[in-house]
């Protein structure tokens, strides 16, 4: 049930905030989280809008840790954050700088099935590509520091600290 409310919220702010002079884009985005013994895949959907020479960008995320992480966890994970682009934004390929915070829910494992919550602000920079004026990437390169909310649960320490965030995205331009 929450998963459809969140899905529904999501959808209904895409759609009011859709304008012509303003593109936006729908689309995946394929992360890494690398820090030392910690390596976590990262996979989700994300919705990017374009105004001036900034974007706005949301995303729903899934979080999976490799058999070589020291300990192994999954779980979901939601984002915002802001980029600011050296050029104009309505044609695309420009480069960027930005923000953004996750805030995650991890399972790891063990012998409970409680979620530890986890925050990691991040800056990042790449560079934005814009083909047949529709299709878009976004290779980039971030680094940021995750911080425990919460009790952990069955993690070991190395799942806080610094964060190498290399990723890419792709996405349809409307």
Do not use: C
């Not at 049930?1 to 394929?30: C, H, R």
């Not at 989280?33 to 001036?52: L, T």
């Not at 050296?86 to 995650?104: D, E, L, Q, Y």
């Not at 409970?112 to 990691?120: A, E, F, G, P």
Request: no cysteine.
């Amino acid at each position: 049930m929450k998963k459809l409310f969140l899905l529904l919220i999501t959808t209904s702010f895409v759609f009011l905030n859709s304008d012509a002079q303003n593109p936006w884009e729908l689309g995946v985005e394929y992360q890494r989280s690398i820090g030392q013994g910690f390596s976590d895949h990262i996979g989700g959907v994300r919705y990017e809008s374009f105004s001036g020479k900034g974007s706005f960008s949301v995303g729903i995320q899934y979080q999976f840790s490799s058999k070589k992480s020291y300990s192994v966890s999954k779980g979901y994970a939601l984002y915002a954050g802001y980029r600011y682009a050296f050029g104009k934004i309505t044609t695309g390929n420009n480069p960027f700088i930005g923000a953004r915070v996750r805030f995650s829910l991890q399972n790891f494992e063990g012998k409970t099935s409680l979620n530890s919550l986890l925050i990691t602000p991040s800056a990042e920079a790449g560079y934005h590509f814009v083909f047949a004026k529709r299709i878009a990437a976004a290779p980039y390169l971030g680094y940021g520091y995750t911080l425990k909310l919460s009790k952990d649960y069955n993690s070991l320490d190395e799942d806080v600290g610094t964060r190498f965030l290399p990723g890419i995205s792709a996405s349809y331009r409307f």
